[in-house]
């Protein structure tokens, strides 16, 4: 690893297996018409198709389901908005010369991409926001994770969580059950702290609070469990677990419940096969 991916990895644990990580390069950058920056290379072979600190999701030219290709169709997608728009196109569009070429994605439609100017390892990343905004940073995707998760470089257009540790949730399947729940004769905050003690250790992954209610989300370290208590929809713990792992969920999530003195009213499957009832 360069020192940036070696920084990256001390502070956000990689996953065990790097989702559409590894591949024939010469093949992708073949079908890409370019060669890639190396570290990009070995942040996907270390990471893969995934989650960085909800902010951005990491494009991979590999897997046959991948939702998140790594390609070359922003000009295909938007040449034909930037013809009757030219003011809101600053850059070009890869594969123009010097073009922007996404190399990852947000959850509000932002393209994390390189300004593809000069040599691969010298490409600057740039993003370009769903609202026509763009922000330039002159350094590499390996550079500039190592600055997001270390707090040296801050942007307006990412969504994050600066004030917790940063984490990494591989793309792969999660099944998602909603335990709903009775009060119970303890209050919220202390049900919440013999919840996570039970399931623990766990990772903040933010909250929110309007008007008494509250939505807490953590998960499980080690476990890539995904949880969300609240009392905001109604009284329920939302829980998001790889599907082989929904008999042991089950057991450790309503042994948790239990102890928090909280009745158990169903646990219906939103998403995926995994049965609770």
Not at 9 to 16: D, S
Not at 54 to 69: H, I, K, M, R, S
Not at 76 to 102: S, V
Not at 228 to 255: I, K
């Amino acid at each position: 690893m360069t020192d940036p991916l070696a920084r990256i990895a001390e502070r956000v644990r990689p996953p065990a297996v790097a989702v559409d990580g590894h591949g024939d390069w010469a093949e992708a950058e073949r079908r890409l018409g370019t060669p890639l920056p190396e570290d990009f290379k070995q942040l996907v072979a270390t990471y893969g198709r995934g989650d960085f600190w909800g902010a951005l999701c990491l494009c991979t030219p590999f897997g046959d389901d991948n939702p998140v290709p790594l390609t070359a169709d922003l000009l295909d997608d938007y040449g034909p908005l930037r013809d009757g728009r030219p003011e809101d196109y600053p850059y070009p569009l890869f594969p123009e010369p010097g073009g922007l070429l996404a190399w990852a994605v947000t959850e509000s439609a932002a393209h994390v991409c390189w300004l593809t100017e000069g040599p691969p390892e010298s490409w600057p990343v740039v993003i370009w926001s769903r609202d026509d905004d763009y922000e330039r940073f002159d350094c590499g995707a390996g550079a500039f994770l190592d600055g997001l998760t270390s707090h040296r470089i801050t942007s307006e257009l990412l969504h994050h969580e600066p004030e917790l540790a940063p984490w990494f949730d591989p793309g792969i399947p999660l099944d998602h059950v909603y335990v709903r729940l009775g009060e119970g004769p303890r209050p919220y905050a202390e049900r919440q702290r013999i919840l996570r003690e039970a399931l623990g250790p766990t990772s903040d992954r933010g909250d929110y609070a309007y008007d008494g209610q509250r939505q807490d989300h953590f998960a499980v370290d080690g476990a890539g469990w995904l949880m969300t208590y609240e009392s905001a929809y109604g009284h329920q713990l939302r829980v998001a677990f790889p599907p082989a792992d929904s008999a042991e969920a089950r057991r450790a999530v309503l042994a948790a419940v239990e102890l928090m003195g909280c009745p158990v009213k169903s646990a219906d499957t939103i998403h995926g096969t995994s049965s609770w009832a």
